[in-house]
C-alpha cells in the first residue's frame, strides 16, 4: 500500500500537467507584469529599464486620480448596494411562514447567469435618454426628469456601478441567505421569550454570528469595484472624456492601445496592491468587529 | 393592549418585508422580461406604442435576422465548443493534481497545492497584459487555444479547492483494499476514486462551464477572429457600428442567455452550490 501511493511517476504524472499550465499561464505572467513596470517598453522592440519612473508619471497623471476614485466609488456602491439589499432580502426570505420563497430566490439570482455583455447592453437601453425603460418610467409617472444617465459626468459611473450592483445582488443574497439557514433555531428561543422583535433579534443575533460570510461578500464586493473594467469598456468605452475610467481600463488602453508597455504594467502593479491593502483591511475590521460580541 | 400593539408593530413589519421582497422581485426580473418581450416587437411598438408590455403580436421575424445578419449559430457553436473544452481540461488536470495531493504521499505536496489555490486572490489583470503577448509569440492568438488554455489556468484553482476537500473526506481503506487486490495507482483512480467524486465534478462542471460560457475580459482582448469569437464577443452592438434595430437585438441577447436561464432553472440548487462552494473557504 505505501508503495504504491508513493509512487513517484505517478505523482509526476498526475500534477505536472496542472503545475506546469498553471505556471506559464499565470504565475510566469505575474512576475512578468511586476519586472515589466520597471521598464519603458512598447511591448515589441527594445525595452530600457527607467526603475521607478513609470510610478513616478503615474502620480502625476490626472487619469490616475479618475481611475483610483471611480474603483472606490464602483466599489463603495457595490458595497451598499449588494451587501445591503442582500441582507435585508436574505433576513426577510428565511422568515419561516413566508410563501413563494423559492419563486423570490430564483428570481433575485437568474440576472447572475446572465452573461455581462447581455446585461451591459439591456442596460444600455434601459438608460437610453429618449426611449429607455427607466425614462419611460419616470414620464409614465408624470415625472419630467429625462436624464441622460451614462452621458453626464457626475452620474455615469455611479449608472454603470448600479448595473454591476443589479447583476450580482443575487450572488450575495446567495451566500448570506445560506449563512442566514445555519443558524440554528434555538439561538433565537431566548429573544423570543424576552419579546425582542424580529428586526433586534436579527441584529443582535443573526448579524454577528454570520460575519465571515460577511466578510466574504465585503472581499468580493470590493475586489470587483476596484478590478471593473467589462462594465465600463461596453457600456462607455470609459467616457464622457476620461470619466469612466477604472485602473484596469487604465493599464489595458496602456498596454493596448497606445503600446505603453511598461506603463499598463505599473498600473496593473497599483492595482494588486491597492487589492492586498483592501484585502487587509476588511480581514482587519471584521475581525476586530467580532471580538466585540 | 400592550400585546395588541406589539402583534399591530410585528404585523406592519411584516407587510413592510413583503413589499420589499415583491418590490426586488420585480426590480430584478423585469428587464431581463422587458428584452423578452420586445425581442418580439419592431421599433414602434418597443419605442412608442407599446413600451411596456407583452407583444402584441409575436415578430418572429427578430429571431430570423438573429441568425441570419447577426451571425449568432457561429457565436454559439463557438461559445460550446470553448466551454465544452474548457470544462474537459479543467476537469482533468484538476483532478489528477488533487488527488496526487490529498492521497499520494510525496514532499512539498501542500507547498503544491497552496501554489494551486494561490489562482483564487490573483485578479486578472496582472496576468493579460503578459499572456496576450506570450500568446501571440506562441503562435496561437486568435485560435480557440487562445481561450481555451487560459480559461483551464484561470479555473484550476477553484476545481483544485473544491476536489482537494472532497478527496480528503473520503476514508483511505477504500484504496487500501484496492491495491491488496492488485489494482495499480491508475487503475484505482479511475475505477475506485472517479465514480466516487462525481457529485463534486458535477459541481465544478457547472461553475466552469458558466464562467467559460460567460467570460468577457480575456475574449475581447485576446480574439480578433470575427469567426472564432464566442456570444459575449459577439452580442457586442454598441462597439463599431451602431444598430437601430432593438428588436433584433432583443432577439440575439434572448438567444444568447436563453441556455443560462434554462440551465438555472433546472439545476438552481446546483449551480447555486457551485457559485457559492468556494466562499467558505476563499474568504
Same mark, same amino acid.
Given at each position: 500500500m505505501n508503495r504504491i501511493s508513493k509512487n513517484r511517476v505517478a505523482v509526476c504524472i498526475f500534477t505536472l500537467p496542472a503545475l506546469l499550465v498553471f505556471t506559464v499561464v499565470v504565475i510566469y505572467p505575474i512576475s512578468t507584469t511586476f519586472y515589466r513596470s520597471f521598464f519603458k517598453w512598447d511591448g515589441i522592440g527594445e525595452a530600457e529599464f527607467i526603475f521607478i519612473k513609470n510610478f513616478k508619471n503615474l502620480l502625476q497623471d490626472d487619469i490616475f486620480y479618475t481611475s483610483l476614485k471611480n474603483g472606490l466609488v464602483f466599489a463603495a456602491v457595490l458595497v451598499v448596494l449588494q451587501i445591503g439589499i442582500g441582507t435585508i432580502l436574505a433576513l426577510a426570505v428565511s422568515d419561516n411562514s413566508l410563501k413563494?420563497?423559492? !419563486?423570490?430566490?430564483?428570481?433575485?439570482?437568474?440576472?447572475?447567469?446572465?452573461?455581462?455583455? !447581455?446585461?451591459?447592453?439591456?442596460w444600455l437601453q434601459m438608460y437610453d435618454a429618449d426611449n429607455g425603460l427607466i425614462n419611460k418610467i419616470f414620464e409614465k409617472i408624470g415625472i419630467s426628469y429625462r436624464q441622460n444617465w451614462l452621458t453626464d459626468k457626475s452620474t455615469a459611473i455611479l449608472a454603470i456601478a448600479v448595473v454591476n450592483a443589479w447583476q450580482y445582488m443575487g450572488y450575495h443574497f446567495t451566500l448570506l441567505y445560506a449563512a442566514i439557514k445555519s443558524i440554528p433555531e434555538h439561538f433565537y428561543e431566548a429573544a423570543r421569550i424576552d419579546g425582542a422583535t424580529r428586526i433586534k433579534a436579527h441584529l443582535h443575533i443573526t448579524l454577528p454570528l454570520i460575519l465571515e460570510t460577511y466578510k466574504f461578500c465585503l472581499t468580493f464586493a470590493v475586489a470587483g469595484g476596484l478590478n471593473a473594467y467589462a462594465n465600463m469598456l461596453i457600456m462607455t468605452n470609459g467616457g464622457p472624456g476620461t470619466d469612466t475610467y477604472t485602473l484596469t481600463f487604465m493599464s489595458f488602453r496602456a498596454a493596448f492601445q497606445t503600446n505603453e508597455f511598461g506603463y499598463g504594467c505599473a498600473v496593473a502593479v497599483v492595482l494588486v496592491i491597492e487589492s492586498l491593502l483592501a484585502t487587509l483591511v476588511i480581514n482587519r475590521l471584521v475581525a476586530r468587529e467580532r471580538i466585540t460580541y | 393592549m400592550n400585546i395588541i400593539s406589539k402583534t399591530n408593530k410585528l404585523e406592519k413589519q411584516n407587510i413592510f418585508f413583503k413589499i420589499f421582497l415583491w418590490i426586488y422581485f420585480v426590480i430584478s426580473l423585469y428587464p431581463i422580461v422587458w428584452m423578452a418581450f420586445y425581442s418580439l416587437k419592431n421599433n414602434d411598438e418597443i419605442f412608442i406604442t407599446n413600451p411596456f408590455g407583452f407583444p402584441t403580436h409575436f415578430r418572429v421575424e427578430n429571431y430570423l435576422s438573429a441568425t441570419k445578419t447577426f451571425n449568432i449559430?457561429?457565436?454559439?457553436?463557438?461559445?460550446?465548443?470553448?466551454?465544452?473544452?474548457?470544462?474537459?481540461?479543467?476537469?482533468?488536470?484538476?483532478?489528477?493534481?488533487?488527488?496526487?495531493?490529498?492521497?499520494?504521499?510525496?514532499?512539498?505536496?501542500?507547498?503544491?497545492?497552496?501554489?494551486?489555490?494561490?489562482?483564487?486572490?490573483?485578479?486578472?489583470?496582472?496576468?493579460?497584459?503578459?499572456l496576450s503577448k506570450l500568446l501571440r509569440d506562441m503562435h496561437i492568438s486568435n485560435t480557440y487555444l487562445a481561450m481555451i488554455i487560459p480559461y483551464i489556468a484561470m479555473n484550476m484553482s477553484?476545481?483544485?479547492?473544491?476536489?482537494?476537500?472532497?478527496?480528503?473526506?473520503?476514508?483511505?481503506?477504500?484504496?487500501?483494499?484496492?491495491?491488496?487486490?492488485?489494482?495499480?495507482?491508475?487503475?484505482?483512480?479511475?475505477?475506485?476514486?472517479?465514480?466516487?467524486?462525481?457529485?463534486?465534478?458535477?459541481?465544478?462542471?457547472?461553475?466552469?462551464?458558466?464562467?467559460?460560457?460567460?467570460?468577457?475580459?480575456?475574449?475581447?482582448?485576446?480574439?480578433?477572429?470575427?469567426?472564432?469569437?464566442?456570444?459575449?464577443?459577439?452580442?457586442?452592438?454598441?462597439?463599431?457600428?451602431?444598430?437601430?434595430?432593438?428588436?433584433?437585438?432583443?432577439?440575439?441577447?434572448?438567444?444568447?442567455?436563453?441556455?443560462?436561464?434554462?440551465?438555472?432553472?433546472?439545476?438552481?440548487?446546483?449551480?447555486?452550490?457551485?457559485?457559492?462552494?468556494?466562499?467558505?473557504?476563499?474568504?
Amino acid at each position: 500500500m505505501n508503495r504504491i501511493s508513493k509512487n513517484r511517476v505517478a505523482v509526476c504524472i498526475f500534477t505536472l500537467p496542472a503545475l506546469l499550465v498553471f505556471t506559464v499561464v499565470v504565475i510566469y505572467p505575474i512576475s512578468t507584469t511586476f519586472y515589466r513596470s520597471f521598464f519603458k517598453w512598447d511591448g515589441i522592440g527594445e525595452a530600457e529599464f527607467i526603475f521607478i519612473k513609470n510610478f513616478k508619471n503615474l502620480l502625476q497623471d490626472d487619469i490616475f486620480y479618475t481611475s483610483l476614485k471611480n474603483g472606490l466609488v464602483f466599489a463603495a456602491v457595490l458595497v451598499v448596494l449588494q451587501i445591503g439589499i442582500g441582507t435585508i432580502l436574505a433576513l426577510a426570505v428565511s422568515d419561516n411562514s413566508l410563501k413563494g420563497k423559492k !419563486v423570490l430566490r430564483t428570481a433575485y439570482f437568474i440576472p447572475v447567469v446572465l452573461s455581462i455583455t !447581455v446585461v451591459c447592453q439591456l442596460w444600455l437601453q434601459m438608460y437610453d435618454a429618449d426611449n429607455g425603460l427607466i425614462n419611460k418610467i419616470f414620464e409614465k409617472i408624470g415625472i419630467s426628469y429625462r436624464q441622460n444617465w451614462l452621458t453626464d459626468k457626475s452620474t455615469a459611473i455611479l449608472a454603470i456601478a448600479v448595473v454591476n450592483a443589479w447583476q450580482y445582488m443575487g450572488y450575495h443574497f446567495t451566500l448570506l441567505y445560506a449563512a442566514i439557514k445555519s443558524i440554528p433555531e434555538h439561538f433565537y428561543e431566548a429573544a423570543r421569550i424576552d419579546g425582542a422583535t424580529r428586526i433586534k433579534a436579527h441584529l443582535h443575533i443573526t448579524l454577528p454570528l454570520i460575519l465571515e460570510t460577511y466578510k466574504f461578500c465585503l472581499t468580493f464586493a470590493v475586489a470587483g469595484g476596484l478590478n471593473a473594467y467589462a462594465n465600463m469598456l461596453i457600456m462607455t468605452n470609459g467616457g464622457p472624456g476620461t470619466d469612466t475610467y477604472t485602473l484596469t481600463f487604465m493599464s489595458f488602453r496602456a498596454a493596448f492601445q497606445t503600446n505603453e508597455f511598461g506603463y499598463g504594467c505599473a498600473v496593473a502593479v497599483v492595482l494588486v496592491i491597492e487589492s492586498l491593502l483592501a484585502t487587509l483591511v476588511i480581514n482587519r475590521l471584521v475581525a476586530r468587529e467580532r471580538i466585540t460580541y | 393592549m400592550n400585546i395588541i400593539s406589539k402583534t399591530n408593530k410585528l404585523e406592519k413589519q411584516n407587510i413592510f418585508f413583503k413589499i420589499f421582497l415583491w418590490i426586488y422581485f420585480v426590480i430584478s426580473l423585469y428587464p431581463i422580461v422587458w428584452m423578452a418581450f420586445y425581442s418580439l416587437k419592431n421599433n414602434d411598438e418597443i419605442f412608442i406604442t407599446n413600451p411596456f408590455g407583452f407583444p402584441t403580436h409575436f415578430r418572429v421575424e427578430n429571431y430570423l435576422s438573429a441568425t441570419k445578419t447577426f451571425n449568432i449559430p457561429v457565436y454559439f457553436f463557438n461559445s460550446i465548443i470553448v466551454s465544452f473544452f474548457t470544462v474537459v481540461g479543467t476537469i482533468a488536470i484538476s483532478l489528477l493534481f488533487s488527488y496526487a495531493a490529498a492521497r499520494m504521499e510525496w514532499k512539498l505536496k501542500n507547498v503544491a497545492r497552496i501554489y494551486m489555490i494561490m489562482g483564487l486572490f490573483i485578479p486578472i489583470s496582472v496576468i493579460l497584459i503578459p499572456l496576450s503577448k506570450l500568446l501571440r509569440d506562441m503562435h496561437i492568438s486568435n485560435t480557440y487555444l487562445a481561450m481555451i488554455i487560459p480559461y483551464i489556468a484561470m479555473n484550476m484553482s477553484f476545481a483544485v479547492l473544491v476536489f482537494y476537500g472532497f478527496l480528503r473526506s473520503i476514508p483511505f481503506e477504500l484504496e487500501e483494499s484496492a491495491y491488496i487486490d492488485g489494482a495499480n495507482v491508475y487503475r484505482t483512480f479511475y475505477s475506485i476514486i472517479v465514480p466516487i467524486i462525481k457529485p463534486a465534478i458535477a459541481t465544478v462542471v457547472i461553475f466552469i462551464f458558466l464562467q467559460a460560457w460567460n467570460e468577457f475580459t480575456f475574449a475581447y482582448t485576446l480574439i480578433s477572429n470575427q469567426s472564432i469569437k464566442t456570444l459575449p464577443l459577439g452580442l457586442l452592438f454598441f462597439q463599431g457600428k451602431y444598430t437601430t434595430d432593438w428588436g433584433a437585438m432583443g432577439a440575439c441577447m434572448t438567444i444568447a442567455s436563453f441556455p443560462m436561464v434554462i440551465i438555472y432553472l433546472v439545476f438552481s440548487e446546483q449551480v447555486e452550490r457551485a457559485m457559492t462552494v468556494g466562499s467558505a473557504v476563499k474568504g
